[in-house]
């Protein structure tokens, strides 16, 4: 049963295959930046929670260090995932996700966690607030997909706090956040990636676009031949 616990990063590949396919499809940085971020946490993840896997080598590390990048970094990317979802457009994407992201590191170094928890939900709060058409917009054209992404937060949540509430349950729970958590963002990023989709279509790949100005440069090539002779 404690291998659920490593087992459940693999919900991650959800959002991470979104964040790929939007950077296939619309050449995002934003996309690359949350890919990378997502994989560096999940790495952190995986090494905090050999602890609880009695048979694991890595379970002699040193454990604070892996709990403090763990939690720390999970707090800075569930703030920059809701950067990401509700379209925070770059530089100000990358602006935001840097300023939040180290006062989240100054309260977790001063272990201010509490603190933290009230910083997070301002964050998160206010970049709604700012960003309401986006969450509007959501709603109107993609329901579905909405109701997924708030159900599966509500969840994560519920999930969180049972688990720091019963530690009987730690790894069920736990485990169970780890799901959740990373559905929530897979859905929330595909709520992007469809709006923006819908907003600024682009279904040509580069080869394609590289091929028709091809095109372009040859007729306008036999148009100033046929002119000259």
């Known amino acids: 049963m404690s291998y659920w616990i490593l087992l459940t990063h693999t919900a991650s590949l959800f959002p991470i295959g979104v964040y790929l396919w939007s950077w296939k499809i619309r050449k995002d940085?934003?996309?690359?930046y949350m890919f990378f971020h997502?994989?560096?946490?999940?790495?952190?993840?995986?090494?905090?929670?050999t602890e609880h896997v009695a048979e694991s080598n890595l379970s002699n590390l040193n454990n604070s260090t892996w709990t403090f990048l763990d939690?720390?970094?999970?707090?800075?990317?569930?703030?920059t995932t809701i950067f990401y979802g509700l379209r925070i457009r770059e530089p100000q994407f990358y602006?935001?996700?840097?300023?939040?992201?180290?006062?989240m590191l100054i309260l977790y170094l001063f272990k201010y966690y509490n603190i933290s928890v009230y910083i997070m939900s301002i964050f998160c709060c206010s970049t709604g607030l700012i960003k309401w058409r986006t969450?509007?917009?959501?709603?109107?054209?993609?329901y579905y997909n909405t109701f997924l992404t708030i159900f599966f937060a509500i969840c994560a949540i519920i999930c969180f706090i049972a688990a720091s509430e019963h530690e009987n349950m730690y790894i069920i729970y736990h485990s169970l956040w780890h799901f959740f958590i990373f559905f929530t963002?897979?859905?929330?990023?595909?709520?992007?990636?469809?709006?923006?989709?819908?907003l600024?279509?682009?279904?040509?790949?580069?080869d394609t676009l590289y091929s028709n100005e091809m095109i372009v440069i040859r007729d306008n090539n036999e148009n100033n031949n046929e002119n000259e002779n």
Do not use: C, E, N
């Not at 969450?135 to 993609?142: L, N, P, S």
């Open 135 to 142: 969450i509007w917009r959501y709603i109107r054209f993609y």
């Open 38 to 49: 997502t994989i560096f946490v999940v790495f952190f993840s995986i090494l905090y929670h």
């Open 200 to 206: 600024y279509p682009i279904s040509r790949t580069r």
């Open 95 to 103: 602006i935001a996700s840097y300023v939040s992201s180290m006062i």
């Open 185 to 198: 963002a897979g859905f929330g990023s595909l709520l992007r990636y469809k709006l923006d989709q819908k």
């Open 71 to 79: 939690s720390s970094q999970s707090a800075i990317l569930i703030i």
């Open 29 to 32: 940085s934003a996309s690359v």
